[in-house]
């Protein structure tokens, strides 16, 4: 099935407005912009969006330093498209990028992974043997889709027999795009739903879903079909007041909801997925599966000092990392920002937003030997998309409150606006905050 855009009709005055009220709320609650004359030696391991967007900041704040960024990585992906392609709005190009487009020249890259940290020895050892000294690091490494801990699970199969991801690549968006029209096309049973590890996006496999249903029920076939979302928790959301209300959606679109089930494996060819419950092993039929992975530290953090040695954090690898400076808890010469911090809340980009400008401000006053000022409250936000032309402009911090930064949007209500700034007015300022204008 070929992709046709399906863009929102916004005038141009109305797209401005909208344009120039996301950037400066977006500003709000940035950092300092004081600059240092220090000349310390600064690793970032990881060129995604945090680590370029930390690159940048710290070229700008420490014009002396020697800023060096490791990553093997060319291509720099616009993850936040991802549910777009998937919905047949974005094409997969519409994503992809160079990552040397966005690095200041100043930045050096190392372009191999980073496959030791010795945070002892201050130092990073990359999968091409060059070992890189530092005296201050910032983690960025973004996290691992860990497809291949579903039994019977290979990412080789998005896109075949029924199975689909929308987190793996583009073209496994795409892939997406096509098996749900499959779907509703020949009937019968789909599966979505998340695991239960931390994530990037929770709001991701709850949107897909509601787009699938939206799909189905504008080509006149959602009659032919069986949507289940399963959750391995009693709720869809962790936000209370979140959960609540895409639970009135659901029961609204006729999905249905399958709590405390575990996905654990899945048999491709009779086409069954098995989860644990609490009370025992329960097997599901699909037509059509939305499998969003497991998610875990890369294996050369989880292999390190870096990671928590005790709570729930520490399981997957994730960095230990103080919530509100977003500095290391053991080594205070690191500093974490992105999906692979170890921190309550904060796996999407706009987390990056608000995560950088702190960790870089409290990385500048640990050089120069000043009390750390700025901190992260959490805030994390999520352009809840319930269908093509509408979604709920979500925003919270670490405690659960909802904290809109427009007070004529109710976070809660299903409107254009929300639509148009996920479809239009994010990616923009996605773009300025990997230069670190924003």
Same mark, same amino acid.
């Given at each position: 099935m070929s992709f046709e855009r399906t863009h929102t009709n916004v005038s141009r005055r109305d797209l401005v407005r909208l344009l120039t009220a996301t950037v400066a709320a977006a500003s709000f609650g940035g950092a300092s912009a004081q600059t240092s004359t220090a000349k310390p030696r600064i690793v970032v391991a990881g060129a995604g969006a945090a680590g370029v967007s930390m690159a940048s900041r710290l070229s700008k704040l420490l014009p002396n330093a020697t800023v060096t960024i490791i990553d093997a990585r060319k291509e720099h992906l616009y993850q936040p498209g991802f549910t777009l392609i998937a919905a047949g709005v974005y094409r997969p190009g519409d994503v992809v990028d160079d990552t040397a487009r966005h690095l200041p020249r100043?930045?050096?890259?190392?372009?191999?992974?980073? %496959?030791?940290?010795?945070?002892?020895?201050?130092?990073?050892?990359?999968?091409?043997?060059?070992?890189?000294? @530092?005296?201050?690091?910032?983690?960025?490494?973004?996290?691992?889709?860990? @497809?291949?801990?579903?039994?019977?699970?290979?990412?080789?199969?998005?896109?075949?027999?029924?199975?689909?991801?929308?987190?793996?690549?583009?073209?496994?968006?795409?892939?997406?795009?096509?098996?749900?029209?499959?779907?509703?096309?020949?009937?019968?049973?789909?599966?979505?739903?998340?695991?239960?590890?931390?994530?990037?996006?929770?709001?991701?496999?709850?949107?897909?879903a509601m787009l699938a249903d939206d799909r189905a029920r504008t080509a006149g076939k959602r009659q032919n079909t069986k949507f289940v979302y399963y959750?391995?928790?009693?709720?869809?959301?962790?936000?209370?007041?979140?959960?609540?209300?895409?639970?009135?959606?659901?029961?609204?679109?006729?999905?249905?909801? %399958? @709590?405390?089930?575990? =996905?654990?494996?899945?048999?491709?060819?009779?086409?069954?997925?098995?989860?644990?419950?609490?009370?025992?092993?329960?097997?599901?039929?699909?037509?059509? =599966?939305?499998?969003?992975?497991?998610?875990?530290?890369?294996?050369?953090?989880?292999?390190?000092?870096?990671?928590w040695k005790t709570g729930a954090l520490a399981a997957d690898g994730w960095v230990e990392t103080n919530r509100d400076t977003m500095q290391h808890g053991r080594y205070p010469e690191i500093f974490v920002v992105g999906d692979i911090a170890g921190v309550p809340r904060g796996k999407t980009a706009a987390s990056v937003k608000w995560q950088a400008p702190v960790a870089a401000a409290n990385l500048m006053s640990v050089i120069d030997g000043k009390p750390m000022r700025e901190t992260y409250n959490g805030y994390t936000s999520c352009p809840m998309i319930t269908a093509i032309g509408k979604a709920m402009l979500i925003e919270f911090d670490y405690a659960g409150n909802l904290t809109p930064s427009f007070s004529f949007i109710d976070p809660l209500q299903e409107n254009w606006i929300a639509w148009a700034m996920k479809e239009q007015a994010l990616k923009p300022m996605y773009y300025a905050m990997l230069s670190g204008r924003v």
């Open positions: 100043s930045v050096k890259w190392v372009q191999e992974h980073v %496959a030791e940290f010795d945070p002892e020895g201050k130092s990073v050892t990359t999968t091409g043997g060059q070992k890189i000294a @530092y005296d201050f690091l910032v983690v960025t490494t973004g996290l691992k889709l860990d @497809y291949e801990s579903i039994e019977g699970m290979d990412s080789k199969l998005i896109g075949r027999e029924g199975i689909a991801s929308v987190y793996a690549s583009p073209q496994s968006a795409a892939a997406c795009f096509s098996q749900v029209a499959q779907f509703y096309d020949k009937g019968g049973i789909g599966l979505f739903g998340r695991p239960r590890t931390e994530m990037k996006c929770a709001g991701a496999p709850l949107k897909f959750t391995p928790f009693t709720n869809v959301f962790s936000v209370v007041p979140v959960h609540h209300r895409v639970a009135e959606i659901f029961k609204r679109q006729d999905i249905d909801v %399958a @709590y405390d089930h575990d =996905l654990t494996s899945i048999d491709p060819v009779r086409k069954i997925a098995r989860f644990k419950t609490p009370v025992g092993t329960e097997e599901m039929k699909y037509d059509f =599966l939305h499998l969003v992975p497991p998610q875990r530290a890369p294996d050369a953090v989880r292999n390190s000092p870096l990671p």
